[in-house]
């Protein structure tokens, strides 16, 4: 059973640039999440689309923007690339009714992002 | 506000035990998470506890909840190299939505 998987691992932007990351959910789950992890610290909520709506934000300005496809996969845009946009974007997904109320995350390996 | 606080850095021997702590801020948090973080790889879950638990054990780890005091302490018996990570605590605070705190790197030496 394949997990949450994430594309590309690894990319190289300049700033003023546009970035596109790719997200399928682990299978069985519809609802995908993105989290920002910078360096040192820990995972900050970007975030959730739900049935093809975002559904709650984190505190991320406008140029971070998602979409979520009718296969629960999702994508990841950022416009305007900052050097502060560095990081380790992580997907998760889970199930909305999963787990007995408790939502476990599943997390991909994240793509890491540079720019320069 | 919400906040989630750890302490940086335990180093402990092969075979000892490890305990790592976290405090919380929000009272209305419902669960309660710890995952681990290895090099290069995204977060694995460890465990979780609902908030009206006090204490949840599996295979090696043992979590502690004292609601009282918003603290949260993950023990891990026979701790071995492998163990060696960057370990989470997290708190609920939307639906499905988690603030993570820095994280706690835990060294184990042979």
């Known amino acids: 059973d394949a997990g949450v998987t994430q594309s590309p691992t690894h990319l190289i932007k300049t700033r003023g640039q546009q970035v596109t990351l790719r997200c399928s959910p682990k299978?069985?789950?519809?609802?995908v999440s993105w989290y920002q992890q910078a360096l040192g610290q820990g995972p900050q909520f970007i975030f959730q689309?739900?049935?093809?709506?975002?559904?709650q934000r984190g505190n991320f300005p406008d140029r971070f923007s998602g979409h979520q496809f009718p296969n629960y996969s999702s994508e990841l845009n950022v416009n305007a690339l900052l050097l502060g946009d560095s990081a380790l974007y992580l997907c998760?997904?889970?199930?909305?009714?999963?787990?007995?109320?408790?939502?476990?995350?599943?997390f991909g390996a994240g793509s890491r992002l540079t720019v320069l | 506000g919400e906040d989630v606080e750890q302490s940086l850095f335990l180093s402990v021997r092969e075979g000892d035990s490890s305990v790592i702590n976290c405090t919380y801020t929000?009272?209305?948090?419902?669960?309660l998470y710890w995952y681990k973080q290895e090099p290069g790889a995204g977060l694995q879950l460890l465990t979780y506890?609902?908030?009206?638990?006090d204490m949840k054990q599996d295979q090696r780890l043992t979590v502690l909840l004292n609601k009282k005091d918003k603290h949260l302490s993950l023990r891990i018996a026979d701790t071995q190299t492998g163990d060696s990570a960057i370990y989470f605590c997290?708190?609920?605070?939307?639906?499905?939505?988690?603030?993570f705190g820095k994280g706690t790197m835990l060294l184990v030496s042979p």
């Open positions: 506890i609902f908030s009206n638990m």
């Open positions: 997290a708190e609920r605070t939307g639906y499905s939505t988690l603030t």
């Open positions: 299978s069985g789950h519809d609802t």
């Open positions: 998760a997904s889970s199930l909305v009714t999963g787990d007995s109320g408790a939502n476990v995350l599943t």
């Open positions: 929000d009272s209305s948090s419902t669960y």
């Open positions: 689309y739900y049935e093809e709506e975002e559904r």
